[in-house]
Nanobody, 115 residues
């Protein structure tokens, strides 16, 4: 059983930056593909960025060039660096760990982009 704890959310002005962190425990972190998802009010949860166990990455078109996902296997942590934030990035951001048929989720962290 993998436990995931997100941190780093908050209120930021448009154009600003935030870095989200997701600390994992209870499993072999390095073998999991990790992802960041977000869910805005009234909308479905969507994939923002993902990183494989080998370090390959992919991003939603809406965040390409602004967000960067990375992982530190020594610290069992995955990060999401978010730059040039827009009001439409406002959502609860969730961390996900995936391997084969198993999926684990964190509790989410709120990101609000507003002036």
């Amino acid at each position: 059983q993998v436990q995931l704890v997100e941190s780093g959310g908050g209120l930021v002005q448009p154009g600003g930056s935030l870095r989200l962190s997701c600390a994992a425990s209870g499993g072999i972190f390095s073998i999991y593909a990790m992802g960041w998802y977000r869910q805005a009010p009234g909308k479905q949860r969507e994939l923002v960025a993902a990183i494989t166990s080998g370090g390959g990455t992919n991003y939603a078109d809406s965040v390409k060039g602004r967000f960067t996902i990375s992982r530190d296997n020594a610290k069992n942590t995955v990060y999401l660096q978010m730059n040039f934030l827009k009001p439409e990035d406002t959502a609860v951001y969730y961390c996900n760990a995936h391997r084969l048929v198993s999926d684990y989720w964190g509790q989410g962290t709120q990101v609000t982009v507003s002036s």
